[in-house]
C-alpha cells in the first residue's frame, strides 16, 4: 500500500469518525432528551465495559486447559457482580475481583 492510499484510507475513516460522534452532538444540542433516551445513552459506557470484559472470559478455547482454568476467571467474574450490586462502587470491584482472581489461583 502506498502513502498515497494510506493517507486516502486514513481520511476517509477520519469523516467517517468525527461523523459518527460529532453528527449526534450537533443534531441533538439544545434539545431536551426524554428520561428514558438519557438513561440509555447512560449505560453506553458500562455496555462497552462489559463487552470488553466478556470478550476476555469467553474465548473460544477456554476448556482446552481443563474446567477449572476455564471456570476461575467466570467464578471470579460472579463475585464481583455481587460486590458491584452491593456496593455499586466501581474501586470495590476492582480490589474484590483481583484479590478473588488472586485466591481462585492459590487454590
Known sequence: ???SELLGLYGCVLVVILA??????LALRG???SPRVSEALGLIPAAAFAALVANDL???GMFDAGLWPA???LVAAGIVVVVALRTRSLLWCAVVGVVAYMALMAL
Do not use: D, F, N
Not at 459518527?20 to 452532538?25: E, K, S, T
Open 1 to 3: 500500500m502506498s502513502a
Open 20 to 25: 459518527c460522534r460529532c453528527v449526534p452532538l
Open 31 to 33: 434539545r431536551a432528551l
Open 58 to 60: 469467553l474465548t473460544p
Open 71 to 73: 471456570a476461575l476467571p
